[in-house]
C-alpha cells in the first residue's frame, strides 16, 4: 500500500535524523518526489517537502549539490528560490540555465544599485580580504554569502551586473580583487538582479 503525504513525510524525517549517512538517500528521493508529484498528494504539501529538501541541500557536500543542480535546473515547476541555492555549486551549463529562468520572470521592482565608484575605491585601498566587508554592505549582501560570491569569478560578475555596475566598474574591481574576468556582458541584466535578490535575502 502506497504511503499517503504525511506519513512519507515522517519517513523522510527519520531518514533526515540519520545525519549524513542518510543525506544521499534522502536527497535522491525529495529530488525524485518534488519532480514527479504524486497525482493523490495535495499541493499543499509541497512546502514541508521543498522545506526539507532545501534544508538537507545546504548540508550536502560540493560534488552533491552540483549534480543536484544539473538535476533540477530545468524544472520549472520547482520555486525559483530551491533551484537559485544551487547556483554556486552548479556547473555551466546548470547557471546559465538557472540565470535564463531569473531572466524569464515578470518582475519591475527596481533592485538596489550599489556605487560602482565608491567600490573601485575601495578594493583599491583594501588588503588581506577585508574588501569582502565592503562588499557585503556595498550589495546588502550577508558577509558569508559575499565572501563565496568573491571566491566564485562567475557568481562575482552576476553580482556586480545585478548591483547595476558598469562593464568597467567591474573590471577594476576584479582586477584589484585578484579575481578572474566573467563574461560580463553575456549575462543577462534581469537574471543577475533576480539572483543578487536572491543572495541577499538568503541569510
Known amino acids: 500500500m502506497a504511503l499517503s503525504s504525511r506519513e ?3 519517513r523522510l ?17 525529495l529530488a525524485d518526489l518534488l519532480t514527479d508529484w504524486p497525482a493523490d498528494y495535495a499541493q499543499a504539501m509541497r512546502a514541508p517537502f521543498e522545506a526539507l529538501f532545501e534544508k538537507t541541500a545546504r548540508e550536502a557536500g560540493g560534488a552533491a549539490r552540483t549534480a543536484l543542480a544539473a538535476r533540477l535546473a530545468d524544472h520549472e515547476e520547482l520555486p525559483l528560490a530551491l533551484i537559485n541555492e544551487f547556483f554556486l555549486d552548479a556547473d555551466a551549463p546548470s547557471r546559465a540555465r538557472i540565470l535564463k529562468r531569473n531572466q524569464s520572470l515578470d518582475d519591475d521592482t527596481p533592485p538596489p544599485r550599489a ?22 554592505a556595498a550589495l546588502t549582501l550577508p ?7 568573491l571566491a566564485d569569478p562567475e ?35 534581469a537574471g543577475a538582479e533576480r539572483l543578487t535578490r536572491f543572495w541577499r535575502e538568503r541569510g
Open 143 to 149: 558577509r558569508g554569502m559575499a565572501e563565496a560570491i
Open 155 to 189: 557568481a562575482f560578475a552576476v553580482a556586480c551586473k545585478g548591483a547595476g555596475l558598469d562593464r568597467a566598474a567591474y573590471s577594476a574591481v576584479a582586477l584589484l580583487c585578484g579575481s578572474a574576468l566573467a563574461p560580463f556582458e553575456d549575462i543577462p541584466q
Open 13 to 29: 524525517l527519520d531518514l533526515a535524523a540519520r545525519g549524513a549517512g542518510g543525506r544521499a538517500a534522502l536527497l535522491d528521493e
Open 115 to 136: 556605487d560602482g565608484a565608491a567600490l573601485v575605491a575601495a578594493a583599491r585601498r583594501t588588503i588581506n580580504g577585508a574588501f569582502a566587508d565592503t562588499f557585503a
Open 8 to 10: 512519507r513525510l515522517n
